[in-house]
Nanobody, 120 residues
Framework: QVQLAESGGGLVQAGGSLRLSCAAS????????MGWYRQAPGKQRELVAG???????NYADSVKGRFTISRDNAKNTVYLQMNSLKPEDTALYYC??????????????WGQGTQVTVSA
């Protein structure tokens, strides 16, 4: 069983910062890649940032230079530091883990989502 605990969302003014965290716990799994996705009302879910086991990162063009993804493998935790937030960053942010789960080599696991709202 895997449990995810997301935190850090909230309401912030444009230009402000937030830090999202997502911690995985449980047993019978190992984490391969980690990432954050977001979904705004009426839009499809999109990748915001991802990070591999080797620490290689990738970002959506819209957040490059403003957001930073990092991970703490000892704590099974992924972070998303969001700076210079804009109203268009408003969305429900989902933690994503790519897991090796038992005999399954790759399993997509999602958090419940944390709301980020940026006011103008």
């Amino acid at each position: 069983q895997v449990q995810l605990a997301e935190s850090g969302g909230g309401l912030v003014q444009a230009g402000g910062s937030l830090r999202l965290s997502c911690a995985a716990s449980g047993n019978g799994f190992s984490i391969r890649d980690m990432g954050w996705y977001r979904q705004a009302p009426g839009k499809q879910r999109e990748l915001v940032a991802g990070i591999t086991n080797a620490g290689i990162t990738n970002y959506a063009d819209s957040v490059k230079g403003r957001f930073t993804i990092s991970r703490d493998n000892a704590k099974n935790t992924v972070y998303l530091q969001m700076n210079s937030l804009k109203p268009e960053d408003t969305a429900l942010y989902y933690c994503h883990l790519g897991l090796r789960l038992g005999a399954v080599p790759y399993y997509n696991y999602w958090g419940q989502g944390t709301q980020v709202t940026v006011s103008a």
